[in-house]
Structures are given as structure tokens and as C-alpha cells.
């Protein structure tokens, strides 16, 4: 049983069904269950960390079909066990294949799942859903490129963090129905939740990144119109729509969906999919751009989309060398800021360690009150200072004023530090590479003083 499947529970209740311990994790309370599992929130006493723990239940029935399938499910995510490292995938920290009830420890979430905003009457605003939809398609375009396809996502399956009534997170979880492409036993096919499911997963056919397409565009689609793209009393009905009707148009179920976004879904629910977006990156940058333009209204959501920060540091050259989960780890940790025309980054006779990356606008560099440089987007600034082994070095020697309005991303040696270790080595591959090709620049100027001037 998928532990989105099960009945949420209030963890901070008293429950007697709950045993003290699983394993090493001392469990706080029974957080929800279903028919073949249950799940617990626990406590990792040795990491200090708050975990989920679902527990497989076989029942008095453990060589019966179901309970086959089941141990198959459980081991498809025990194989994942450390293996996905996104921001927005649930991490599988632990699997333990006890005879009678083996259980899988994975990340908790504490917001519970898309599953709630759903409904007509608790429906996100559009800029939300579009937001969510990016994160959700960098992650599966990862899990895509580690060679796994979900074949399950639906709403239940997207835990959410939340901060009042904004969504802050998404994180796609429940791999029991994955299809792992370097596995080396025979998979189950037809597997998935129906209203989700696209006609070649429901033909058994062989599968790629676009039939977890069409399930998210599915999903986008419920979470715009407050109802699934095909709905029936009798799954024989659904299949017969999921075959050969063409959902609603979004535009009659909501007001203000934008033309790109309503195209993006139904390219997303084509029945054949060639006509689908090529790959997870196209799927992503057309929600990108929506989240950046001023189509849609922002409301009180946050005055710059992580999806927009995202992008932004992907089309610099400093950051050409970053992955998607050191980009993320970016996009959360850095000190965004605006700057104003003749703002000061830097004044000539401070000391300072911090280092500014020109996302947006430009920059002028001053040496004794004359202009030397100007540098724009993708350029670094103060990173000598950063890296100087001693105070005396981290006298600043030029004043780099904003030429004109910027936007950068700054970093301190504390702020680094709170980054992970793959993250930092490629920091210091990018500084590398500008020390090197402003030493070559300073190489040029003094051989080819004329040309460069």
C-alpha cells in the first residue's frame, strides 16, 4: 500500500497501537494506514532526525498474489535506498527486509499532500500550481536520468511543505511502482493509479519520461480545474475517455488560465505521445517562463519565483558547470539582493570577505575614481577578498559601483560552508576558471597593450 494511500493521523495523538521502536527508531505516534501497511512517525536517534516509517503488513495471507505484489513494490523502493539526492524527492534513507513486516525509512514531510487542493473549494492560485509544476518536472526529468520512470504520479504522491497558505515545496515520493531501466528481474506492468494513467502505460506498453508526462499534466490539470481531465462511475468508462475523449477545455472550468499554460497541459494529455514535449526540459522551461512573465498575477506569493531563480543561474557561464541539485542547493542558500544605479558592492580600503555573482544588470569597476571595467551577468566580484588567506588581503583595492540596476547573488566563507561538500568543490572549479581567464586577459593586455585598449 502506497503510504499516500493511507489515512492521515495526527501524530501528536496518543495511540496504542503504536509500538515504541522499529528497528533503531524510536516511533513517536502512527501518522497513517491502509489495508497491507502502516505508517509511523519515528525518530532517528543516531542523525537527530525526524523520519517517516512505513511498514508492510502481509497479513494472514503472506504467499497470496497480493502479498507477491507487494514484496515486489517493497523491494523496488529498497533498491532506491540512498540512491535519489533531489530537493524535490523524497529521500529513501533505510530498508529493512524483515521476513514478517519489513518497513522502508524515508524523509518526512510534514504538510501533507497535494491530494487536499484538489477540490473546487481549496483550489491554488495559478501561479502556485505553475511553480509546482517546475519543481515537479526537474525532478522527475532527475529520477529520469538516474533511468527511472514513476508510472504513479498523482497528487497523492506530491508531499507538500507549507508556510501558511503558500506551498513552499513539493517532493515527489511512493517509488513501489517505479520502472527501473537498469533493473535485471522481470518488472510488473499496468501499474499506476487510472485517472493519471496514460493509454500506452494502460496498453502495457514499453515506457519513457513521457508517460509521467501526461500523469503530471494530468495532475496540473486537477489542480487547475478542482477535477481529473477524465472522471467516470466505472474504470471501463475512464479507459474508453483516456483512449478516445479529449479532456474539457481548462479555459471553461477556470477563469485565467493562460493560452501557453492550457497548450503545455494538453500537449502533456496527447494520446500520442510524440506529440508530447520532447523531454523533461522543455516540459520545464515552458513553466518557467510563465512563472517569469507578468501573465500570470503573483498575489502574495514571493516577489521572485524559485523557478525563475533557477533558471537564471542555469544561463550563466560561472554556473555552467553546476547540476540541477547543486543549482537547487544555489537557489536556497545564496543572499539574493537588488541593487540600485551607483549603489557601492565594494568600497576601495574596506575589508571584506564576501563575493557578489552579477545575475542581472552591471556593474563598473573604479581604480583611483577612473572607470577600468564593467562587468554584466555571469561575472563575479569580490572574490579575491573571499579567498584571501589573511585580513590584510581582504582590503578591498577598486570600488565597483552598479552601472546599472542588478540583481546578485552573495556568499560569505560561513554561508559556503553551509553548502554541500560536491557543491563546493564546483565552486572552487568556477573560481578557478575566472582567476585563469582574467590572468589571461591581464597576460594580453601587458604583450598586446593596443589591441586590448
Request: with cysteine; hydrophobic share 40%; net charge negative.
Amino acid at each position: 500500500m502506497p503510504l499516500s494511500n493511507l489515512i492521515n493521523a495526527d501524530p501528536e495523538l496518543p495511540n496504542a497501537g503504536a509500538p515504541s521502536h522499529i528497528g533503531k527508531y524510536t516511533v513517536k505516534g502512527k501518522i497513517g494506514e491502509g489495508a497491507t501497511s502502516e505508517v509511523f512517525l519515528g525518530h532517528d536517534p543516531f542523525a537527530n532526525r525526524d523520519v517517516a516509517i512505513k511498514r508492510v503488513r502481509f497479513g494472514e495471507m503472506p504467499n497470496s498474489r497480493e502479498s507477491h505484489y507487494q514484496r515486489r513494490f517493497f523491494a523496488a523502493e529498497a533498491a532506491l535506498v540512498g540512491r535519489l539526492h533531489h530537493p524535490n524527492v523524497v529521500q529513501i534513507l533505510d530498508a529493512v527486509a524483515d521476513v514478517d513486516e519489513p518497513y522502508l525509512v524515508m524523509e518526512y514531510v510534514s504538510g501533507g499532500t497535494l491530494r487536499r487542493y484538489c477540490r473546487a473549494d481549496s483550489l491554488l492560485p495559478l501561479t502556485q500550481v505553475v511553480e509546482i509544476g517546475f519543481k515537479c518536472a526537474m525532478a522527475l526529468g532527475y529520477c529520469y536520468r538516474q533511468g527511472l520512470i514513476h508510472r504513479d504520479v498523482k497528487p497523492a504522491n506530491l508531499l507538500v511543505e507549507v508556510d501558511g497558505d503558500q506551498v513552499t515545496q513539493v517532493k515527489v515520493t511512493d517509488f513501489g511502482s517505479v520502472f527501473n531501466q537498469g533493473a535485471d528481474h522481470t518488472q510488473i506492468y499496468r501499474v499506476g493509479s487510472l485517472a493519471y494513467m496514460s493509454p500506452e502505460q494502460l496498453d502495457g506498453d514499453v515506457l519513457d519520461a513521457r508517460a509521467d508526462m501526461y500523469s503530471l499534466a494530468a495532475v496540473l490539470y486537477h489542480l487547475i480545474a478542482g477535477r481529473p481531465p477524465f472522471d467516470a462511475q466505472q474504470q471501463p468508462a475512464i479507459m474508453h475517455q483516456i483512449y478516445n475523449a479529449t479532456a474539457p477545455s481548462l479555459a471553461l472550468l477556470r477563469e485565467g488560465v493562460p493560452k501557453e499554460l492550457q497548450s503545455l497541459i494538453e500537449r502533456g494529455l496527447a494520446k500520442d505521445r510524440d506529440l508530447r514535449p520532447a523531454d523533461w526540459n522543455e516540459f520545464a522551461q515552458v513553466l518557467s517562463q510563465l512563472g517569469a512573465s507578468a501573465t500570470l498575477s503573483r498575489g502574495s506569493v514571493q516577489e521572485v519565483l524559485d523557478s525563475e531563480r533557477f533558471t537564471l543561474l542555469r544561463s550563466l557561464e560561472f554556473f555552467a558547470g553546476f547540476g540541477d541539485v547543486e543549482l537547487w542547493e544555489v537557489v536556497h542558500r545564496a543572499k539574493w539582493q537588488r541593487h540600485g544605479y551607483g549603489a557601492a558592492l565594494f568600497r576601495k580600503g574596506e575589508e571584506g570577505n564576501t563575493f557578489h555573482i552579477v545575475t542581472q544588470g552591471q556593474v563598473e569597476i573604479y581604480r583611483d575614481g577612473k572607470s577600468v571595467a564593467k562587468l554584466g551577468a555571469g561575472n563575479s566580484v569580490g572574490e579575491m577578498a573571499y579567498l584571501a588567506p589573511n585580513p590584510e588581503l581582504r582590503v578591498h583595492t577598486v570600488d565597483i559601483l552598479v552601472a546599472q540596476p542588478a540583481t546578485t547573488v552573495a556568499f560569505t566563507p560561513e554561508s559556503i560552508e553551509q553548502l554541500s561538500l560536491p557543491t563546493r568543490h564546483l565552486f572552487d572549479k568556477a573560481f578557478i576558471g575566472v582567476l585563469v581567464r582574467r590572468l589571461h586577459a591581464a597576460h594580453e593586455a601587458l604583450a598586446h597593450p593596443r589591441r586590448v585598449m
